[in-house]
């Protein structure tokens, strides 16, 4: 499976970019699905709801399902977060998984940075972050895409990957 990410610090624009690259790439025709790390406690369950009542209850999944979608829910428990190798297993075959977070791990990305952020970029440091999408014009050793031109991203990131 082919797999590429977007990363950046907190408000440089990953979750829009990677909205926009969702948006442009599958009305390409290529199949996308997106793995969005979070470094902090969620839940898209609803107290009260079943679903919920169940998982409460002590079920280790929980797969609520209609005619629209369906969502399964893991409860770590006692158990490790699991590595993004594992739960790339977990999807059905797409051509191309988008990844936002994850700028730790191994696979290609894209740094999304805002000059108004003040942070730091992220690249220089890193040999898998292939490109950046800044919205400031800058000097370095890869390519620098405009933060706005998802056409351009697109294209560099499908290059990328052979699609």
């Given amino acids: 499976m082919r797999v590429y990410g977007v990363v ?21 025709g290529i199949s996308v699905s997106t793995v969005k790390h979070a470094h902090h406690s969620f839940d898209v369950d609803h107290e009260g709801k079943d679903s919920h009542r169940h998982r409460i ?21 006692d158990e490790d977060e699991p590595s993004l190798e594992a739960l790339l297993t977990r999807l059905s075959p797409v051509d191309l998984v988008l990844i936002e977070g994850y700028k730790r791990d191994a696979h290609p990305k894209v740094e999304a940075h805002r000059a108004q952020t003040g942070n730091a970029l992220i690249a220089p440091g890193d040999p898998t972050i292939r490109a950046v999408a ?21 294209d560099f990131i499908l290059a990328e990957v052979g699609l």
């Fill in 8 to 28: 950046g610090w907190k408000n440089a624009g990953k979750t829009g970019l990677m909205e926009r690259l969702v948006t442009e790439i599958t009305g390409r």
């Fill in 57 to 77: 209850a002590g079920a280790r999944e929980v797969l609520l399902a209609s005619r629209n979608r369906f969502a399964l829910m893991h409860e770590l428990r």
């Fill in 134 to 154: 800044s919205d400031t014009e800058m000097t370095l050793d890869r390519p620098v895409l405009d933060l706005n031109d998802t056409v351009a991203i697109a």
